[in-house]
């Protein structure tokens, strides 16, 4: 039986629309809240109230709305997760085994999910992120297409910048029609990236364009019109 959650937008982060200010965040292996407690498909979770340099005070003050945690892979991953957010509706189905069978190349690394896809002519290893309001690729890899805008990212690990953004075509999946998604570059990522060994990081853009199913670590497209 899944439980059905109602999401709501904020900077282009993804976050639960009840009162425990739950941000969805597939960057952080480690869920948290304030109260110590998360309530999810009708259990209670102990957690730490905090992580590291991020506390819900760190993610009130950069994304300007009421956060009391966040829930990362570690919660994520004991649930089937549904992410049904590219049609206006906005939710998120825990629990839900339906049978979405069109898989996607992933991988895990040091408690994150990753995936395999095409961005404009290259197959790149993406870190799936839905805490960056921004996904990011490579410098070195998007020398051909041309600077849109900047924009404001912030990072627990460095702080504020500025990253430059692009419009670049994109495949999750061979066969699947391409889609233009918007990717940012900046070298305090390129650093972070080579320490991973990964090619880029790709965050809530990928669900404007797709509805994501994880099951068991591994990532599926559901069917066809529904």
Same mark, same amino acid.
């Given at each position: 039986?899944?439980?059905?959650?109602?999401?709501?937008?904020?900077?282009?982060?993804?976050?639960?629309? &009840?009162?425990? =200010?739950?941000?969805?965040?597939?960057?952080?292996?480690? $869920?948290?809240?304030?109260?110590?407690?998360?309530?999810?498909?009708?259990?209670?979770?102990? /957690?730490?109230?905090? !992580?590291?340099?991020?506390?819900?005070?760190?993610?009130?003050?950069?994304?300007?709305?009421?956060?009391?945690?966040?829930? =990362?892979?570690?919660?994520?991953?004991?649930?089937?997760?549904?992410?049904?957010?590219?049609?206006?509706?906005?939710?998120?189905?825990? &629990?839900?085994?339906?049978?979405?069978?069109?898989?996607?190349?992933?991988?895990?690394?040091?408690?994150?999910? *990753?995936?395999?896809?095409?961005? *404009?002519?290259?197959?790149?290893?993406?870190?799936?992120?839905? =805490?960056?309001?921004?996904?990011?690729?490579?410098?070195?890899?998007?020398?051909?297409?041309?600077?849109?805008?900047?924009?404001?990212?912030? $990072?627990? $690990?460095?702080?504020?910048?500025?990253?430059? !953004?692009?419009?670049?075509?994109?495949?999750?999946?061979?066969?699947?029609?391409?889609?233009?998604?918007?990717? *940012?570059?900046?070298?305090?990522? &390129?650093? /972070?990236? $080579?320490?991973? *060994?990964?090619?880029?990081?790709?965050?809530?853009?990928?669900?404007?364009?797709?509805? !994501?199913?994880?099951?068991?670590?591994?990532?599926?497209?559901?069917?066809?019109?529904?």
């Amino acid at each position: 039986m899944f439980t059905m959650y109602k999401i709501k937008w904020a900077k282009n982060h993804i976050i639960i629309d &009840d009162e425990q =200010g739950l941000l969805i965040d597939t960057g952080s292996p480690v $869920s948290f809240h304030s109260s110590g407690t998360i309530k999810l498909c009708g259990q209670n979770i102990n /957690v730490p109230t905090s !992580i590291m340099e991020v506390s819900n005070a760190y993610l009130q003050e950069n994304i300007s709305t009421d956060i009391q945690g966040l829930i =990362g892979t570690d919660i994520i991953s004991r649930h089937t997760t549904l992410f049904n957010l590219q049609r206006g509706e906005d939710f998120i189905f825990m &629990d839900d085994d339906a049978d979405y069978s069109t898989r996607i190349q992933s991988f895990s690394l040091m408690g994150l999910y *990753g995936i395999v896809m095409c961005v *404009g002519d290259k197959i790149v290893k993406m870190i799936f992120d839905t =805490g960056a309001p921004v996904s990011y690729i490579k410098s070195s890899l998007n020398e051909q297409h041309t600077i849109i805008r900047q924009t404001n990212d912030f $990072s627990p $690990s460095f702080g504020n910048f500025k990253a430059d !953004i692009f419009k670049i075509f994109t495949v999750i999946k061979s066969g699947c029609p391409a889609e233009e998604m918007e990717f *940012g570059c900046a070298k305090e990522v &390129d650093r /972070v990236l $080579s320490l991973m *060994g990964v090619d880029g990081i790709i965050g809530t853009e990928l669900l404007k364009h797709y509805r !994501i199913q994880i099951k068991n670590g591994e990532f599926f497209l559901p069917p066809q019109g529904i």
